[in-house]
């Protein structure tokens, strides 16, 4: 199978992700629960993996680093533990359902709801999100990158706007953590939210979010802490404070391998090779009769995703056909992004997208590329 999803996850994997959770399985015990060895390891891996996450996301405080299950689990706690009725949220037709559908929620509630438009490229712009901002807007909240397009968003002056009017800044960073260069203190970002099987090739089940120091979040769960046994309300002290019940250690121990394998190897060199593959497939696909690409691709720092249609083909048919004719994985459908649909004008054909690796090979790309104009020429 030639693997192309990997905005859905990343499934090739380094080795030593692998043998790390594999090894953990064999001997790590639970962090935070005892003075014996195998806690004491398990405690030291995950206090290790924060620090890695801190470094590579500019934190200050490893404490701030909070271990979820994914950025759907982190998107939760961030809206549902910030805003509350008569707070207005300013969101963008670009977002992914896990931003959407917990702002729903809180609309329901008496949250104020604005969601910014986007052009039919699915680009915004900064001064139709600034034009909607008002007294009572607590939080500016979007994607980093889009995962149907792939356009990237700038986060810097969208957290530089929401400082300016006293507003809170949530990033969802599903898409780009572990690929392109985030620093939270620079771009402003209070809420950093992120999932470990993505771009930081960790194993599914991981994610999390940085917290700015001093913002208070209120949890979405409480439980067991492994301290204040005798307390009737769950610990405040950070990260303890919105991390209830046991942590994914085994996940935390292959995600700490794979940050060791970002370090080494580099997320601009990641990036520069998975954005070589992107502009390789787009130039061969873009003049084909009958292919519409969808997402602005007038630069090509970008996301590496090239999302597309041929004719008025259902998108699930020609993602069939890839994969059974050609041996191509790819995402048809609606990628759980609704109201960008909207903007594409693709609600009822959906689309196909290809999600780029830099595990990918040319000889891939090639193949893919003749798929593609095979499929559009029958």
């Known amino acids: 199978m030639i693997y192309l999803d990997n905005a859905a996850t990343t499934m090739h ?25 195998a806690s004491l390891s398990a405690s030291r891996i995950i206090y290790d993996t924060r620090e890695k996450l801190c470094r590579l996301f500019h934190g200050t405080s490893p404490k701030q680093v909070v271990f979820t299950a994914n950025s759907t689990e982190s998107l939760n706690i961030a809206v549902k533990g910030l805003v509350k009725p008569g707070d207005h949220v300013i969101t963008t037709m670009l977002e992914h359902n896990s931003v959407l559908r917990p702002l729903y929620e809180m609309e329901k509630k008496g949250v104020l709801l604005t969601i910014v438009k986007s052009n039919e490229m699915g680009t915004l712009k900064i001064e139709d999100i600034e034009k909607e901002i008002r007294p009572e807007t607590k939080m500016i909240i979007c994607t980093n990158g889009s995962n149907l397009t792939g356009n990237y968003i700038d986060p810097k002056p969208i957290g530089e706007l929401a400082h300016r009017h006293g507003a809170l800044f949530v990033l969802d960073a599903s898409q780009t953590a572990g690929v392109f260069p985030i620093d939270v203190q620079d771009m402003q970002i209070d809420v950093l939210c992120f999932t470990g099987h993505k771009g930081l090739l960790g194993p599914q089940g991981t994610g999390g979010m940085y917290v700015k120091e001093g913002l208070q979040i209120r949890p979405l769960k409480s439980g067991g802490s492994g301290i204040q046994t005798y307390s ?7 990260p303890t404070a919105l991390e209830a019940g046991t942590l994914n250690g085994h996940g935390i121990a292959g995600l700490h391998a794979a940050l060791s ?29 009958g292919v519409k690409v ?12 090239v999302t597309l249609n041929i004719g008025d083909y259902d998108s699930s048919e020609v993602s069939d056909e890839l994969l059974t004719e050609y041996g191509i994985s790819t995402r048809p459908g609606g990628h759980c992004a609704p109201l960008m649909h909207e903007a594409l004008g693709t609600v009822e054909q959906g689309a196909v997208r290809f999600s780029f690796s830099h595990y990918n090979t040319d000889e891939e790309i090639e193949t893919a590329i003749r798929a593609i104009r095979e499929l559009a020429e029958d």
Do not use: W
Request: charged share 25%; with cysteine.
């Open 13 to 37: 994997k380094p080795q030593e992700v692998i043998d790390a959770v594999v090894a953990a399985m064999s001997s790590m015990g639970n962090a935070g629960r005892g003075a014996n060895e």
């Open 232 to 238: 009737k309300t769950h610990p405040v002290e950070m």
């Open 261 to 289: 394998y970002l370090e080494r190897t580099g997320i601009d060199t990641i990036r520069a090779s998975e954005q070589e593959l992107m502009k390789r497939f787009y130039l061969g696909v873009k003049e084909i009769p």
């Open 294 to 305: 969808y997402g602005d691709f007038s630069s090509m720092n970008r996301c590496a995703v």
